[in-house]
């Protein structure tokens, strides 16, 4: 797709938000539950975009297939939710962006795999929910990314044609859903980006440095 799409979507964590303060605070303070110390939080950072299955696998050194993964992950859950809001915040140099976009009457939305329990209380917290135009869960749609659905029915609602909107994520699976669903994709190279293949890998149409460089791909600087 060429031209300026008529719609943006971007991936919540580590793209509109930076909730690594919180999440690694909830698997630190599991970590301290357990007797151990607290873990920097630069180490636990680039597994964010992992949720809490990268979060315990980081913290405690355990995976889904491991058996006391379920209890860890739950209460790795329980304590996040009861932070969630305590640290977290948009970009500040993702609120110029937004700020264009209404300007310019481009809407945008957000399609994240956080399942709707977080997703929705924390976008509404941040105050996203007063200019977002569409908000999809990991659980919204039987299929989270890398699967397309997520995306497509975030371009059903905005009634917007998915090879008109891009997607913005910092994830390898980001650019993956957004391919899969015949959306440009820009690879956020201010977020968490994991500790998989590089971002240079990832196949996305366009890798951004910072928030601002949407605007030159937009042509609204």
């Known amino acids: 797709m060429t031209g300026r799409p008529q719609a943006l979507l971007f991936d919540l964590d580590g793209t509109l938000i930076d909730s690594a303060p919180d999440l690694a605070g909830a698997a630190n303070d599991m970590r301290e539950a357990h007797g151990l110390e607290r873990l920097p939080l630069d180490h636990l950072r680039p597994m964010v975009g992992a949720g809490a299955r990268g979060m315990v696998a980081r913290a405690f050194g355990v995976g889904p297939d491991d058996e006391p993964y379920a209890k860890l992950r739950e ?6 939710e009861a932070r969630m809001t305590r640290h977290t915040h948009v970009f500040a140099d993702m609120l110029p962006v937004l700020d264009a976009l209404a300007a310019h009457r481009l809407p945008w939305g957000i399609v994240t795999n956080k399942a709707t329990r977080f997703s929705e209380p924390l976008v509404e917290a941040l105050g996203l929910h007063k200019t ?50 015949g959306m440009l994709t820009v690879a956020a190279a201010w977020g968490y980006l994991g500790e998989g293949e590089p971002i240079t890998a990832w196949g996305a149409d366009h890798i951004a440095n910072a928030p601002i460089e949407l605007l030159t791909l937009l042509a609204l600087a």
């Open 75 to 80: 209460d790795f859950l329980q304590r996040y």
């Open 132 to 181: 977002s135009a569409t908000l999809v869960s990991g659980d919204t749609t039987p299929h989270a990314k890398p699967h397309p659905a997520p995306l497509l029915e975030a371009a059903r609602r905005l009634n917007v044609p998915a090879v008109r909107c891009w997607y913005i994520g910092d994830d390898h699976r980001d650019v993956k859903a957004g391919r899969a669903a």
